[in-house]
Structures are given as C-alpha cells and as structure tokens.
Antibody
Framework: QVQLVQSGAEVKRPGASVKVSCKAS????????IHWVRQAPGQGFEWMGT????????SYAQRFQGRVTMTRDTSTSTVYMEVISLRSEDTALYYC???????????WGQGTMVTVSS | EIVLTQSAGTLSLSPGERATLSCRAS???????LAWYQQKPGQAPRLLIY???SRATGIPDRFSGSGSGTDFTLTISRLEPEDFAVYYC?????????FGGGTKVEIK
C-alpha cells in the first residue's frame, strides 16, 4: 500500500545537526513532491519546505533558509531532511508528507521525534 | 502568510451528537484550497476533506465540509466513538502552507 516510512527518534545536543529520512513505497516516487512539516509539543503544524523527487529542486520556508537541506535518492525512493545548528526550540515531531500541485497533503509519514537537549 | 483561526479550542460533545467546527482565514482562499485533517494521539494527521467540501478516499459520509472565501466549516453529523480527536484546517492556496491551531472534540 501507499506509505511513507520515516527513520527513528533522535536526541541531539544544541548546535548539532540531525538527518531524518522518509522512504516512499506503493506509488511512483517522482509523481509527488515530498514536504516536511513539524509539530512542536502541544503546538500546531509548521511547514518547513519541499523537494521535487524528480528534479531534486527544493523550496524552503524563509525561517528555515540556510539551516535546512532536503535531498533525495531516487534509487531507494527516499527523501532526507537535514537540520543544522539545532536549538531547543527545534524539539518537535517531524513529518514528511506527499503532495501533488493543487492537492493537499494526502499521505503522511508516521513522524520522527527530534529532541534537542543539553 | 494566511492565518487560519479555529476559534473553538475544545468541543465537549456526546456520541451521536452533531459537531460543527469552524475555520476562518485572514484572507480569501481562492478555489477553496482548504482541507481538514483528523489527528489522534500518537498518529499522523489523516486527510478528511479537501477542496473545502470533497471527502477524501474512505472517509465516512458523516463528515462534510462547506464554506468559501474566508469562512469554512467541518460538520460531523453524528459523532461515533472513534471521532473524538483533534481536527485541523489547512490552506494549500499559497506556497507558505499554513494550518489552524486545532479543535479538540472530546467526550462530554
């Protein structure tokens, strides 16, 4: 079936970086953009950016420019998101989700908890 | 950035009752690029409604969406035990995608 499976939980020190993966299956990888959305504890959702799996082109939310990098590996249908210079405010559940233009996010990964603590 | 406001933080209702959830946008969302998601504890969001009023695949017909412009509504006609959850509205009209703060529907 169609699914996005994310990597496991991470605990990082402030200033470190983290790389989260999102493996797609059950559909044509290049047909849907992959987006990353995070949800801090008890908070709402915050869109971080997107990658076109076909071209590798990316677009990031302004507040994450320079701190977030999204890449993809077409051979394994996997998308990666790296966040550098982590701070405590980055503690959140990070989701990947797929989307086609003019459509909403229809399939989400199970989420990856990233905890930033000294 | 379009701000989405879900005014009711929590609705306390009984099974079988009707739930009406609202979502107001800070500016008009053309072509009704508005979706609703359901989220249960420890789970990812589940798409319920897209295009303001179209049900996603496999969503029961007790869920319905309406509205246009800046005012949107999600209605659950008769609450089932599995419907008690948090509901979020989401606009995908602009590329700075935003979400409402959520409405929790809890058992009264």
């Amino acid at each position: 079936q169609v699914q996005l499976v994310q990597s496991g939980a991470e605990v990082k020190r402030p200033g470190a970086s983290v790389k989260v993966s999102c493996k797609a299956s059950g559909y044509t990888f290049s047909s849907y953009y992959i987006h990353w959305v995070r949800q801090a504890p008890g908070q709402g959702f915050e869109w971080m950016g997107t990658i076109n799996p076909s071209s590798g082109g990316t677009s990031y939310a302004q507040r994450f420019q320079g701190r977030v990098t999204m890449t993809r590996d077409t051979s394994t249908s996997t998308v990666y998101m790296e966040v550098i210079s982590l701070r405590s405010e980055d503690t959140a559940l990070y989701y990947c989700a797929r989307r086609r233009p003019a459509d909403p996010f229809d399939i989400w990964g199970q989420g990856t908890m990233v905890t930033v603590s000294s | 950035e379009i701000v989405l406001t879900q005014s009711a933080g929590t609705l306390s209702l009984s099974p079988g009752e009707r739930a009406t959830l609202s979502c107001r946008a800070s500016q008009s969302i053309s072509d009704s690029y508005l979706a609703w998601y359901q989220q249960k504890p420890g789970q990812a969001p589940r798409l319920l409604i897209y295009g303001a009023s179209s049900r996603a695949t496999g969503i029961p017909d007790r869920f319905s969406g309406s509205g246009s412009g800046t005012d949107f509504t999600l209605t659950i006609s008769r609450l089932e035990p599995e419907d008690f959850a948090v509901y979020y509205c989401h606009q995908y009209y602009t590329s700075s995608f935003t979400f409402g703060g959520g409405t929790k529907v809890e058992i009264k």
